[in-house]
């Protein structure tokens, strides 16, 4: 798109200050006809309906549904953008905005689901007060930042939940955890902020995943299992029962955890032992 064919910004500063990036916003609601043709129209008419769009919100023509945008526009991204897809499928729920990040996601990808990267992850601080966010990275330790910098702005983080998932009674869910499809999670568990559980993951009775927790596709944790914050736990591994793994350790894929595991360790093979210790990451950190 050439400079004459790029849709002039909308003055926001005295509403809402997202400058220049505003033009890029779709502001669809989910199901829309213009969300079903988005991609048969020019980039100009793309470019005019979001400008519309955007205007209308900040004026106050909001639906019913809640806005919001996702962190991290890569592949797991992706897959919280369907998991809202599908929750709007069931039950109108979520505005999707688009997608915040400070990398260079394929954006081809996200122009086919009618999706948009609208800016950095600092653009949360200048969005309406009402929009929600969600946290798509992989690192917890990286999740963990970005949480604390948005609960220090009073932001509010939601929690998606796909409806092909299934949760035994008295199961917690923090804010902003991201439960996937086909999902089993066993009675009295708790799960923390920002946890992420994948795909065909077993999450076994009065288990207690804490903050920022990541369990890879096809994980098993089984009853009564502790994970600290920000553990990682590979696909297809399994945590037998009653176990321990402490703060930011990582469990290989395909490891059979059979006991306790210390804070900061990776463990693989079968039975999973302790190899090397875990350093931080700097900044955000990758999607």
Known sequence: ???????????????????HLVYRQPLMAFGSPDSRSHSRKSPQARGDIRRRRW??????????????????????????????????????TYEMLGFLDDGRPDERLLHERNADLIGSVSLLEELPVDVN?????GS????????????SLGRKAATLRHPSSTLGRHVA????????????????????????I??????????????YVTAYPGANIAGNVFLGESTTVGSGAVIIQGLSVGADSTIGASACVVRDLPSRVTAVGVPA???????????????
């Open 198 to 211: 994948n795909f065909n993951c077993t999450v076994g009775h009065d288990a207690i995943l804490s903050d």
């Open 1 to 19: 798109m050439g400079p004459d064919q790029r849709p002039e910004p909308i003055e926001l500063a005295r509403a809402h200050r997202v400058g």
């Open 55 to 92: 205007c209308a919100y900040l004026r106050g023509g909001r639906s019913m549904t809640t806005p919001i945008v996702i962190i991290g526009a890569g592949g797991f991204g992706r897959h919280a953008h369907d998991v809202v897809d599908a929750m709007n499928a069931s039950s109108p």
């Open 273 to 287: 032992k302790a190899e090397t210790g875990r350093t931080d990451s700097h900044g955000w950190g990758a999607t």
């Open 133 to 137: 966010y969600v946290i798509a990275i």
């Open 140 to 151: 917890g330790d990286v999740r963990r930042r970005i949480d604390r910098w948005a609960t």
């Open 173 to 196: 869910l923090g804010e902003g955890s991201v439960i996937c499809s086909h999902v089993s999670i066993g009675t009295n568990v708790k799960i923390g902020r920002h946890a992420h």
